[in-house]
């Protein structure tokens, strides 16, 4: 029985596991969206049983019945058709995504390997950063088709860029579509000549210094926020961009979203997970879409791939 078949018989499972800020969010905004079951899993003794049942207690007030469940292991993960991995250590003031990576890495082949052995047709969705190399170390510690795999941040810095475009020409965010690619850090790429309101490209809308500032905010979206909670790091916005993708992926509505998937050869990189604008449905990363870029833009892609790369060979040794 295929993935879709098999929805059609039961009720959908998510698993998220890491039951830190970014997982209870998006643990919540599943099943408040009546998409799925959740399990929630921490190493974190009664955490994840506590969050669990203090959503179920809402059940009644925001209406639905999706079954929601905490543990320590991953027995009830078991069938699951979409596990996201959010655990890991979070970023501080001053820390860059990347002075994560010896602990987060060895956190998500761990929880790649077990989550998979639990639910081998599940398709795996990574946010732990630093994002696009994690997505790298989960593909290869899960043994799944890369297709299968995919980093979620592109929808994320879009969202960053989206919002920063609709609050400095004071309009609806609705209005905007936007497009970064590249990695989750300092070298994503944001293209204004992707980004419209409406359609009009922004060049059109506003000068070059106006978006070069826009752009930089972007790249420290995250960065901004961190400094600001002082004791955490975003996780509203990452758990609502993270849920799209499960939402695309239960309902088998395909969409174009830029994710971090792996490359064989698109945009002349290879063997890579990165932020590209990619087609997602129920079985995956279905195809990529490689966009026409100007000699700058493929620039300053390769650039952000070659900082990816470095970070990877660096997990990589440490497994």
Not at 177 to 192: C, E, F, N, Q
Request: charged share 20%; with cysteine.
């Amino acid at each position: 029985m295929d993935v879709v078949a098999n929805r059609a018989c039961q009720s959908p499972k998510v698993s998220v596991i890491g039951a830190g800020n970014v997982g209870r969010t998006l643990a919540q905004r599943i099943a408040e969206r009546n998409l799925a079951d959740v399990v929630l899993v921490d190493i974190v003794s009664g955490l994840p049983e506590g969050i669990a049942l203090d959503l179920t207690e809402a059940r009644g007030l925001e209406g639905h019945q999706r079954q929601i469940l905490g543990g320590t292991d991953y027995t009830a993960t078991a069938g699951s058709e979409v596990v996201v991995i959010t655990a890991g250590l979070p970023r501080r003031p001053g820390m860059s995504r990347d002075d994560l990576l010896k602990t987060n890495a060895t956190i998500v082949a761990e929880a790649s390997r077990q989550a998979i052995a639990h639910s081998p047709q599940a398709l795996l969705v990574v946010v732990t950063n630093p994002l696009d190399a994690m997505t790298y170390v989960a593909w290869q510690a899960s043994g799944l088709p890369p297709k299968r795999v995919m980093g979620m941040a592109g929808i994320l810095d879009s969202a960053r860029f989206q919002t920063f475009i609709a609050l400095e020409l004071g309009i609806s965010p609705t209005d905007v579509r936007a497009m970064v690619l590249g990695s989750h850090g300092d070298l994503m790429v944001p293209l204004p000549r992707y980004s419209t309101v409406n359609g009009i490209p922004i060049p059109e809308l506003m000068d070059e210094g106006t978006i070069d500032r826009l752009v930089k905010r972007t790249r420290n979206g995250g960065a901004e926020i961190v400094e600001l909670m002082q004791t955490g790091g975003a996780y509203y916005a990452p758990a609502s961009s993270t849920c799209l993708m499960v939402e695309t992926i239960l309902l088998n509505q395909p969409r174009l979203l830029p994710i971090a998937a792996y490359l064989e050869g698109q945009y002349g990189l290879t063997d890579l997970f990165i932020g590209v604008p990619a087609y997602l449905d129920s079985q995956g990363v279905n195809k990529i879409l490689e966009l026409n870029l100007s000699p700058a833009e493929t620039a300053a892609l390769h650039g952000s791939a070659k900082a990816v790369r470095q970070t990877l060979e660096q997990a990589l040794a440490l497994l």
